[in-house]
């Protein structure tokens, strides 16, 4: 197809299919003859600019005014500008840094008689999420019944 060849990104017509399928969920009557007619638009506005970029596929896909409002809202959670989406995958990296850092830390306490103990993942992610205080306790215990004596119920 001669129009998809000529468009500056190779993931634009997934992503069209995408966000689609959503504002269909949400009620709009999103079809094929409105995603060639969005596809069109693009091809004369290009995506470059974020504002012509909406309009154009606003245009397209959505009709009337409540569609015009739940488009709004839709096309803001799913087109997600470039240094927001930045901030976000930087935050998912540091989250996922810590977490493999805690559940490290979770594998190398929980040990009962030396050996490590053979927990899942989904296990340590939850010794992990204890607090300080609950966690001492569980250690506590584990140490106490490794010798058997002092056990309390």
Not at 65 to 76: A, I, T, V
Not at 88 to 115: I, M, T
């Amino acid at each position: 197809m001669e129009l998809i060849n000529r468009l500056p990104s190779s993931r634009l017509e997934e992503n069209l299919a995408n966000f689609a399928a959503l504002l269909r969920r949400e009620g709009l009557a999103v079809g094929t003859p409105e995603l060639i007619d969005s596809l069109q638009a693009l091809q004369l506005v290009g995506i470059s600019h974020r504002k012509v970029f909406k309009v154009a596929l606003q245009a397209t896909l959505a009709k009337g005014k409540r569609e015009q409002d739940l488009f709004d809202q839709l096309f803001d959670l799913y087109f997600v500008p470039a240094a927001v989406q930045q901030e976000r995958v930087a935050k998912a990296d540091a989250y996922k840094k810590r977490s493999e850092k805690q559940l490290a830390k979770a594998h190398d306490e929980l040990r009962f008689k030396g050996e490590a103990l053979q927990l899942t993942p989904v296990e340590l992610d939850q010794y992990a999420a204890l607090s300080e205080a609950q966690r001492g306790k569980l250690l506590d215990f584990m140490q106490k019944t490794e010798t058997g004596v002092n056990v309390e119920p």
